[in-house]
């Protein structure tokens, strides 16, 4: 399976890359309120079997993709 | 078998990860206070014989990939130094060495990107906080020290329920004097303490300040405090 993995900083962290990223959209004239910067990453499972995929990249991102002090995490499945 | 050594040098391993830039000055500042400091690569398993106390050193492992210290916490060596602070050993983590721990969970909070999203390189005025912890005994408390930085990511990181629990357990020992914040870190924090008392960490470089001819020599007062309390866990073995 192929499992994405989007990493956020969590709602109310100071994210000072999002911040630096919404005053350069402004300053090119986008009416933009807020943007928030983080990380994607692809993963193929070694798996055809959606939960265990999902087990896994639960997994990953607990011990390895995701700070969970300053980040959550997403995870989308679907089959390669 | 290995004999004591008749110079009695308590055995300080530094741990080389690749990336690892600061390795060869805690080395050399850690050697001339008195203590045997050979490296070790994070493949090894173990740590030396007789190992008195541990340096994670600073630099980039493993490029800082995903977050610093995310990679480097994997490493064969790691679970060493987690049994050896488990037991009570001493481990101080500088910098990036400060970030793996925090990534292994052996200090509380985490580093993140500086406010400024500058690489700062500078000295900086610190304040201990406590002088009662194995690594600030050289220290007076309230003194000011004078140590460079030097990191892009070193914001120090905890919740406010986080903060709150170590200021009342006073694991906070060194802050950034005010309005000397390099990085944006909460509460000014500089270096944490574990619970414990006896894994410390630091963003500022103590092993970059203990030679006159470079400015401050205020390192020594840490680093000193380390090899003192190592010396002393030597004793505690014979």
Redesign the interface.
């Known amino acids: 399976m192929r499992a994405t993995v989007l990493v956020r900083p969590k709602h109310g962290?100071?994210d000072?890359?999002g911040q630096?990223v919404e005053s350069s959209l402004r300053h090119l004239g986008f009416d933009v309120s807020e943007a928030r910067v983080g990380r994607l990453v692809d993963i193929d499972v070694a798996t055809d079997d959606r939960g265990e995929a999902l087990a896994q990249v639960e997994q990953m991102c607990e011990r390895?993709?995701a700070?969970p002090?300053?980040e959550s995490f997403e995870i989308e499945l679907e089959h390669a | 078998m290995t004999e004591p050594t008749r110079e009695r040098r308590p055995v300080v391993p530094v741990v080389v990860w690749p990336g690892s830039n600061d390795d060869r000055d805690a080395q050399l500042a850690l050697e001339r206070l008195g203590a045997s400091a050979p490296r070790v690569w994070h493949t090894d398993d173990e740590l030396p014989r007789e190992t008195a106390a541990v340096v994670l050193p600073g630099g980039f492992s493993f490029g800082d990939y995903?977050?610093c210290g995310?990679i480097a916490r994997?490493s064969p060596i790691v679970p060493a130094i987690e049994a050896f602070a488990a037991g009570g050993g001493l481990v101080l983590g500088i910098c990036n060495g400060f970030q793996i721990l925090t990534?292994a969970g052996l200090l509380p909070?985490?580093l993140?990107?500086?406010?400024?999203?500058s690489f700062v390189c500078r000295d900086v005025p610190l304040r201990v906080e406590r002088a009662d912890t194995q690594f600030t005994s050289r220290c007076a408390d309230g003194q000011e020290l004078t140590i460079p930085v030097k990191h892009g990511d070193g914001c120090w990181?905890?919740?406010d329920e986080l903060l709150a629990q170590l200021e009342s357990t006073g694991q906070v020992v060194l802050r950034y004097a005010a309005d000397a914040n390099p990085n944006?870190s909460v509460a000014d924090v500089a270096g944490v303490l574990s619970a414990d008392g006896n894994v410390f960490g630091l963003m500022p470089h103590p092993e970059h300040a203990v030679d006159a001819l470079l400015g401050s020599t205020d390192g020594v007062l840490i680093l000193g405090s380390l090899v003192d309390a190592a010396r002393l866990s030597l004793a505690e073995l014979v």
């Not at chain 2, 993140?112 to 999203?117: A, T, V």
Request: aromatic share 8%.
């Open positions: 962290i100071l000072p890359q630096a390895l993709l700070n002090l300053i | 995903l977050r995310a994997f990534e909070g985490t993140r990107p500086n406010e400024s999203l990181f905890a919740d944006g």
